[in-house]
């Protein structure tokens, strides 16, 4: 658990629950998922003691659930948005030991980037003063913002009597700033995307190799699937937030300039997660389009081939019908028992093979072309 009391200039961290509101900024309080499915008794109370607000039950479940897909949903006292960010495997624990780790290695095949595609929610409980957020164990994406949060602190300048970096106003340009983070990370997995599937694309397009790793393509493309689902679950939470901060008004945030700033950085999370959905299609609909010309080409090829061999038939084909006409045992045949009889079957056999070839390859059915 960690602790943060937020002001325009600066950020004290604790480790233990609140026992009041500050007179001045805002509180963020950081679980681990198993770690807040131990204390939620204790955040209840200390939620009615601060506030005067519980949780509601269903939420508490959502919150705990590490298979949800990202969604929004809100009370009259709070706002919840479940989020999910990219893992590298399943982090919980059991109630036992709530703050030991436990990695689950991904079994997922397919190129090795599409392997990191792995995700887990964190929940975002918004109300008046108060975030608090339910992280996987272990989670980098918490811990890195609590790290910039506290670099981010200024020392007050002498000449200008203000802060350098101003931090977030409130819970919710908080919230928006850890999803705000949560999706770069998608936009920064979009450069391996590409040029792993640029590799494979190469490799099915290649006439010189026989692609054998169907099983593995198809992974790949299941990989990309569950992607683009992922990010439309995200677009959509983060619409169904917009629409909420137009129609509701967002009574706890303080001034017209602070929701208005909200709605311009909700705005761009979106923007950043439809770029992701939209290089997402555009990976898959390579892909499918790679598959598509690698079976093309192979047709070619095999036509090429069955051209050549007809073509080699042809040829043959006179070839064979005057040697079986002198393999009949007939006993009076034309120059059977002739000195020049083979001499001038010879040239006839040459000039028919010799005209076949020049005819097929006048009529382009012979040679690249």
């Known amino acids: 658990m960690r602790v943060f009391k937020i002001t325009q200039n600066s950020v004290q961290e604790s480790d233990v629950l609140p026992e009041s509101l500050p007179a001045e900024g805002y509180l963020w309080m950081a679980f681990a998922r198993r770690e807040f499915e131990v204390l939620q008794q204790s955040v209840q109370e200390t939620l009615e003691r601060l506030c005067q607000v519980q949780i509601v039950d269903l939420h508490i479940t959502d919150m705990l659930n590490n298979q949800l897909p990202s969604h929004f949903d809100f009370s009259s006292d709070y706002d919840l948005l479940v989020f999910r960010r990219l893992a590298s495997g399943q982090t919980e624990t059991d109630l036992s030991d709530p703050g030991a780790v436990l990695h689950t290695p991904s079994q997922r095949g397919g190129p090795s980037v599409l392997r990191k595609i792995d995700t887990s929610p964190i929940a975002f409980l918004v109300m008046s003063g108060i975030l608090i957020t339910v992280h996987p164990t272990d989670c980098s994406v918490r811990d890195s913002f609590a790290t910039r949060l506290i670099n981010s602190v200024q020392t007050v300048s002498p000449s200008a009597g203000s802060p350098v970096n101003r931090l977030p ?58 992607l683009d689902e992922i990010s439309e679950d995200q677009r959509s939470a983060i619409q169904d937030w917009i629409d909420s901060l137009n129609t509701s008004g967002k009574e706890f945030e303080s001034t ?66 005057i040697t079986g006409f002198f393999g009949m045992n007939f006993e009076n045949f034309p120059y059977i028992h002739s000195e020049n009889g083979l001499f001038w079957t010879i040239a006839i056999m040459g000039i028919i093979s010799l005209g076949s070839v020049v005819f097929f390859w006048r009529r382009k059915y012979l040679g690249d072309h």
């Open 169 to 226: 106003h409130n819970p919710s340009d908080l919230m928006l700033r850890i999803v705000s983070q949560m999706v770069d990370g998608y936009l920064n997995l979009r450069r391996e995307l590409t040029r792993e599937l640029d590799h494979w694309q190469s490799e099915l397009l290649n006439p010189r190799t026989r692609f054998k790793n169907w099983s593995t393509l198809l992974d790949a493309r299941l990989s990309l699937h569950m």
């Open 256 to 321: 017209p300039k602070e929701l208005e700033l909200l709605k311009l950085r909700s705005r761009d999370v979106l923007e950043h997660i439809e770029r992701v959905v939209h290089h997402v299609r555009r990976l898959e609909q390579s892909a499918e389009t790679a598959v598509e010309m690698h079976f093309n080409a192979q047709s070619n090829r095999t036509n090429d081939i069955m051209r050549t061999l007809t073509v080699l038939t042809a040829i043959f084909l006179p070839l064979n019908l």
